[in-house]
């Protein structure tokens, strides 16, 4: 390595200048491994399956931190799994090109994931697109074969890893879920883009369920389903700066499927503007036994836009409507705080809370709502639900 004395001001100012030419840039690269040097092909054609999982190998083996860099192209590449542990915490995957999926939604369709990342400690994902060509399989199951199909992957899912970044990533048109982060800690989602198309079935932009200390900031999430959703065993998530729209809300759960259920507690959904969406913020039980909980929720300074249940807390969620257990959610939910929230539904009743008579919702806190139908007041709707009114709040509490 070559070392240029200069004096101190022209070394200060060639530090800058090096920091400076890009957001991921360190002033020494240890180690890079490009996916092309291990016959990875950006033609959109070629099989780089091998070529990703050969990079992961050396990247996992070294003791430095390293870079897998994918360059422009479109990367052709089936299901993979990247696992840990690695002999090193700091691995970036800097994708300034396009991993595409199989246009046949068979070939990865009953994989868990399209692209796993399991027992790593530091891993940072820096742009880049994900498409998962996963037009033809909402198509199945929107048909009358909809029995044949399968479930569909998942496009990214980080399992059982943590102190994870992803950075200015863009998934398009997944199979199922965009994003699955799943028994993780220390995680830090940002400038994402998702895009689907409305009519997509179960493709949450981002789901996140028995995880600590999740940060959702700064995104841009429009697809079938809920932009994002909450399940169970969360603590410490903070979803900032969003826009959601077309889909189906932020939901906390579906919770209490199982009779055993680990809780939901420290959630805070803030600076959030919903477009067009068939819910906005939204809590929603099985209406059967459990043991778990909800607990220390806010949700604070958000838009609605021709929103059609604005506000919701239900404990009797049923999909199907077929098969319910019909009986009184074992969830309990307190201390909910809604403040500063306005704008527009597209029903009367803006704000619905329809919570278990044996566990009712307690510590609900309204503050500062405005929301309105086609210019003309609308309504709330309470049942099972206790809890206080601060400041000016439209619809009239029903508490």
Not at 13 to 31: M, R
Not at 130 to 138: E, P, Q, S, V, Y
Not at 265 to 290: C, L, Y
Not at 298 to 321: A, E, G, K, L, R
Request: proline share 4%.
């Amino acid at each position: 390595m070559t070392i240029i004395q200069l004096d101190n001001n022209h070394s200060l100012l060639l530090f800058i200048f090096l920091v400076g030419l890009s957001n991921w840039s360190i002033f020494v690269e240890t180690s890079s491994y490009n996916v092309v040097n291990f016959g990875g092909k950006g033609d959109g054609t070629t099989d780089s399956t091998q070529a990703f999982q050969m990079a992961w190998a050396n990247a996992c083996a070294s003791t430095e931190k390293v870079t897998i860099y994918v360059p422009r192209g479109r990367y052709y590449i089936k299901n993979v799994t990247f696992s840990g542990p690695c002999n090193n915490k700091g691995i970036i995957f800097r994708i300034d090109g396009t991993l595409e999926a199989p246009s046949d939604f068979v070939v990865i369709g009953n994989s868990e994931a399209w692209i796993l990342f399991r027992h790593v400690d530091g891993i940072t994902i820096l742009g880049g697109n994900l498409d998962g060509h996963g037009a033809a399989l909402w198509a199945c199951k929107n048909s009358s074969y909809n029995t044949l199909c399968p479930t569909g992957a998942t496009t990214l899912e980080f399992s059982n890893s943590k102190n994870v970044v992803i950075n200015n990533l863009k998934s398009l048109n997944s199979q199922m879920f965009h994003i699955t982060i799943n028994g993780c800690k220390n995680v830090i989602i940002k400038g994402l883009r998702v895009s689907a198309s409305s009519n997509s079935p179960n493709t949450d932009g981002i789901h996140v369920q028995s995880s600590s200390n999740v940060t959702i900031i700064n995104s841009k999430i429009g697809t079938g389903d809920d932009c994002i959703s909450v399940g169970p065993g969360i603590s410490n998530l903070q979803i900032e700066n969003i826009s959601c729209g077309p889909g189906h809300g932020i939901s906390i759960g579906s919770l209490g499927k199982d009779v055993t259920e680990i809780g939901v507690q420290n959630v805070t959904v803030k600076n959030v503007v919903f477009s067009r969406t068939k819910n906005g913020v939204r809590i929603k039980t099985w209406g059967k036994p459990s043991n778990g909980f909800a607990t220390n929720i806010i949700f604070q300074h958000i838009v609605m836009n021709n929103v059609h249940n604005p506000i919701v807390i239900d404990q009797n969620y049923c999909p199907t409507h077929k098969a319910c257990p019909g009986k009184a959610s074992g969830i309990k939910i307190s201390n909910v705080t809604y403040q500063d929230i306005h704008g527009t539904s597209t029903t009367t009743v803006a704000i619905m809370f329809d919570c278990s008579p044996t566990n009712p919702c307690i510590g609900i806190k309204l503050e500062n709502i405005s929301l309105t139908y086609k210019n003309q007041t609308t309504e709330a709707r309470c049942y099972n639900a206790r809890g206080v009114v601060v400041g000016q709040v439209q619809p009239t509490a029903c508490f």
